[in-house]
């Protein structure tokens, strides 16, 4: 959550009603869905304050009012690992909800295995481990690659991987920390007879 100031332009026909109203729902729709430079994708806005009485332009009839308001930022980091929702899959890989915006995680990117790819079923499955992943299982991915595309902010590409310990689907976790401890061998003891 951030705090933000900007200047909304307020149009003539909401003049006479309730300001602060009219300047709440002007900055839902101006600014939700949006990429702040500095900040990142704005998710939510709220507690918009109005800041002085704002100013009429000449010719214009409309109010530009200097505003104040917390938004919740979604910034997704390079390397940042973070939890999502399986939303499509693809010859390719799989698309993953991680917060407001969707990324990929390419094929190459699931798991250290050959990847059997089943489009008609939306289902990726390993193909010795037997690991699947399908439609809404829940994932930890880590971000790997991004492209923010500040003009239309559903455009950007983001990329995932989940080749790495404690990545993936929670149930993979345990399976392999299984596997680690069965490969850990405990030296023989050999005993020796003494002889007298």
């Known amino acids: 959550m951030v705090e933000l100031t900007n200047i909304i332009r307020i149009p ?9 109203f009219a300047a709440d729902n002007i900055v839902k729709a101006t600014f939700e869905g949006k990429i702040d430079k500095e900040n990142g994708f704005i998710v939510l806005t709220k507690d918009v304050k109005r800041l002085g009485e704002g100013r009429i332009i000449h010719g214009d009839g409309a109010v530009y009012q200097e505003v104040k308001f917390n938004a919740l930022i979604f910034k997704p980091l390079l390397h ?13 890989g799989a698309f993953c909800h991680i917060g407001p915006l969707d990324a990929l995680i390419h094929k190459s990117q699931i798991m250290d295995d050959h990847i059997l790819i089943d489009t008609e079923n939306k289902r990726l499955t390993g ?12 994932v930890r991915t880590r971000i790997i690659a991004v492209s923010i595309n500040e003009v239309n902010p559903r455009e950007s590409k983001i990329g995932l991987t989940m080749r790495q310990p404690a990545l993936g689907k929670e149930e993979w976790w345990s399976q392999d920390g299984n596997k680690e401890k069965k ?3 405990k030296p023989e003891k050999k005993f020796e007879e003494k002889k007298e």
């Open 80 to 92: 940042e690992v973070i939890d999502g929702i399986i939303c499509e899959v693809s010859d390719f």
């Open 127 to 138: 193909k010795k481990t037997k690991y699947s992943l399908g439609l809404g299982d829940k």
């Open 183 to 185: 490969q850990v061998k």
């Open 12 to 20: 003539p026909e909401h003049i006479g009603e309730d300001l602060d």
